[in-house]
T-cell receptor, first 111, second 114 residues
Framework: EAQVTQNPRYLITVTGKKLTVTCSQN?????MSWYRQDPGLGLRQIYY???????DKGDVPEGYKVSRKEKRNFPLILESPSPNQTSLYFC??????????FGSGTRLTVV | AQTVTQSQPEMSVQEAETVTLSCTYD???????LFWYKQPPSRQMILVIR??????QNATENRFSVNFQKAAKSFSLKISDSQLGDAAMYFC???????????FGTGTRLKVLA
């Protein structure tokens, strides 16, 4: 089944403790992206990647890192999480002409 | 910069009736894609329908259709014969042809009343 798999689904952590949210797609898509969803703000892009080793900042990159060492994987790294990064996170991938396929989301709470 | 506006935070519709969700956007590009995504309580984002700006014909997917007005920069979603399973948050999104970035609206929560 074609899908984007992200883990974990829920995560509660403490301020300053590094964490990684994994994302993997099995569709051989070139483009991958991370979004955060907050009430009243819709989805905002954090980072995106056009291909292996090619990444760029989205609208809200501060406090986040990404890497794209393999085509299928695009992890999101929070080096020192803060409470304002509490949000619902989505990984997504797409081919050139179609819409994004989204993962099932990660609900992150930073206390 | 491109923007996407969904001016209806919440709407309700009776089961089996028709409802239209509004979306307007602003862009200086002539070629782009527009999308509607559905997010049910499971929070999964599901692509509902896609429209290419160069196509004059409005896209249709079963009970879902769009009214694309390029000059007015309007892209509304019509849901016919509404079903309880249509209850969800609906997001309108824009992508320029040459860009990697999607712009999402803030969403419209649709309630379906039995």
């Amino acid at each position: 089944e074609a899908q984007v798999t992200q883990n974990p689904r829920y995560l509660i952590t403490v301020t300053g403790k590094k964490l990684t949210v994994t994302c993997s797609q099995n569709m051989n898509h070139e483009y991958m992206s991370w979004y955060r969803q907050d009430p009243g703000l819709g989805l905002r892009q954090i980072y995106y990647s056009m291909n292996v080793e090619v990444t760029d900042k989205g609208d809200v990159p501060e406090g986040y890192k990404v890497s794209r060492k393999e085509k299928r994987n695009f992890p999101l790294i929070l080096e020192s999480p803060s409470p304002n990064q509490t949000s619902l996170y989505f990984c997504a991938s797409r081919d050139r002409n179609y819409g994004y396929t989204f993962g099932s989301g990660t609900r992150l709470t930073v206390v | 910069a491109q923007t996407v506006t969904q001016s209806q935070p919440e709407m309700s519709v009776q089961e089996a009736e028709t409802v239209t969700l509004s979306c307007t956007y602003d862009t200086s590009e002539s070629d782009y894609y527009l999308f509607w995504y559905k997010q049910p309580p499971s929070r999964q984002m599901i692509l509902v329908i896609r429209q290419e700006a160069y196509k004059q014909q409005n896209a249709t997917e079963n009970r879902f259709s769009v009214n694309f007005q390029k000059a007015a920069k309007s892209f509304s979603l019509k849901i016919s014969d509404s079903q309880l399973g249509d209850a969800a948050m609906y997001f309108c999104a824009y992508r320029g042809l040459g860009t990697y970035k999607y712009i999402f609206g803030t969403g419209t929560r649709l309630k379906v009343l039995a």
